[in-house]
């Protein structure tokens, strides 16, 4: 069906405001989560490690069981598009209560860590995994849906941005040198401004290309499927990889810079390269993914991201140099997180053709939980780490070996995962057969609907 320029922009702004939602919890989470666990709850590091872990073995659970409860949704808005309406204010209400401090023991704060947090994992996972349930119900149009991901990542980017640039300045300021109160208030104002996005994206985008007639799958069949889906398990690893890399990295910063670099305002100023300068990078996506394929272009920006983490390593301490390599890698994952995101729903048509079965919402849970697995892993990790180094959140100056610690989370485990994530991608073969497949799967379409007349 063809569609006004009107209605395409609303949408793709629509769509991209539910991410920029996500990204004003999220970038939070990232970034100081571990921070505010250590240094403002005083949790022990070995125990947060601990919880990072339970909390994804729930989530292996409520992930798949969100996913498929999105494929079996029916109603006159569509599969997905309820989700943003219903999950907007408990999603917004899990932030604050994750980032407050309550007056209790500390085997009660770490019960209460618990509690929250797997509130807050599970609440992102029901307003979160329908942005990529969705993609492919928007549009059936290869270019339009690197479009679609390409404002979803430029609006996520805005409001990480937002994060970065304000999010610490918010907690002195309205905090006043109490760092529980600042968090709580600043993550109540960014759970109110996420809920009315997500009301914004309900009210603005459409399932335009739902596909009714395909054969409604139970969840051993549909996880059957996936067994089939070459490039969905390519994806599926590199998503490990991507991510863990991800999420140590960002763990770390505020760690590297403090205590390595020593300098905050470093950190901040690296925090914020590293979400204004992807914004920009992002837009040039649509363009170069038309002439080098979503596959090359994704490994392409890879390298470029990798480049920019050897500049970083090699100019140790030179601040110039730093800014230098946080800049050039900075571009290569903005450019590369985006057309991961388009490259998301193209799997998903691939396994309807393949076997059948239409499960954009099982497939997109299954993603989202390996997203949570690399997040679970890179906080174990981290924790681990920083209990071998010895960290100390009361010192002023940290021992060469935990300083060891923070250096190997921020830089020496994104360089080898980076390298794992580009061997990977180089056995994807998709982009070739996407064009055939999209053909038949108009035909299969077509003769379906015929016979349902």
């Known amino acids: 069906m063809e569609q006004s320029k009107g209605f395409l922009y609303r949408q793709r702004f629509g769509y991209g405001m539910g991410d920029f939602a996500c990204n004003l919890i999220w970038q939070v989470i990232s970034l100081y989560l571990l921070y505010f666990y250590t240094d403002v709850m005083q949790l022990n590091a070995k125990s947060i490690a601990t919880m990072f872990v339970v909390c994804r073995v729930i989530d292996a659970v409520t992930d798949v069981l969100v996913g498929f409860a999105i494929d079996k949704t029916k109603t006159r808005w569509g599969k997905s598009r309820p989700w943003f309406l219903f999950g907007a204010v408990p999603f917004a209400l899990a932030a604050f209560l994750a980032f407050s401090v309550p007056d209790i023991s500390p085997d009660g704060k770490l019960a209460y860590a618990y509690a929250t947090y797997i509130f807050l994992s ?17 549009t059936d149009d290869m270019n339009e849906r690197t479009v679609l991901a390409t404002w979803r990542k430029f609006l996520a980017f805005l ?63 549909t996880i059957s499927s996936l067994v089939h889906n ?64 979503k596959r090359n272009l994704y490994s392409t920006a890879a390298a470029v991201q990798l480049a920019g983490l050897l500049i970083i390593f090699a100019g140790n301490l030179n601040t110039t140099v730093i800014v ?22 193209d799997p998903v048509d691939y396994g309807e053709w393949k076997t059948g079965i239409q499960a954009a919402g099982t497939l997109s849970s299954i993603n989202g939980f390996l997203g949570k697995v690399a997040q679970a892993a890179a906080g174990g990790v981290s924790g681990l780490l920083l209990a071998w180094g010895a960290y100390d959140s009361t010192a002023t100056v940290q021992t060469a070996q935990a300083l060891t610690a923070i250096r190997a989370m921020y830089l020496y485990i994104p360089i080898v995962l980076l390298i794992c994530s580009i061997a990977t991608m180089s056995f994807y073969k998709l982009d070739k057969q996407f064009p055939q497949i999209q053909k038949e799967l108009e035909e299969r379409r077509a003769a379906q609907k015929k016979a349902g007349n």
Do not use: D
Request: proline share 3%; hydrophobic share 50%; net charge positive.
């Open 122 to 138: 599970f609440m992102y996972t029901v307003v979160n995994i329908p942005l990529a349930s969705i993609l492919p119900a928007l």
């Open 159 to 221: 409001g990480s941005t937002i994060v970065s640039a304000t999010a610490l300045t918010m907690v002195q300021m309205i905090g006043k040198g109490n760092e529980a109160l600042g968090f709580r208030i600043v993550m109540g104002i960014f759970g109110v401004v996420g809920c009315l996005c997500f009301f914004l994206t309900f009210a603005l985008v459409r399932e335009n290309n739902l596909q009714e007639n395909t054969h409604q799958a139970t969840i051993g069949e």
């Open 230 to 293: 070459t490039p969905w398990k390519l994806f599926a690893l590199n998503i490990l990889f991507m991510w863990t890399g991800y999420f140590i990295q960002s763990s770390a910063l505020v760690y590297y810079y403090k205590y390595y670099i020593g300098s905050t305002a470093m950190a901040s100023l690296v925090a914020t390269i590293m979400t204004m300068v992807p914004m920009v990078a992002n837009l040039t996506v649509p363009f170069l993914a038309k002439r080098l394929g």
């Open 324 to 345: 230098a390599g946080a800049f050039i890698s900075a571009c290569g994952y903005g450019i590369k997180e985006s057309i991961y995101f388009s490259m998301q729903a």
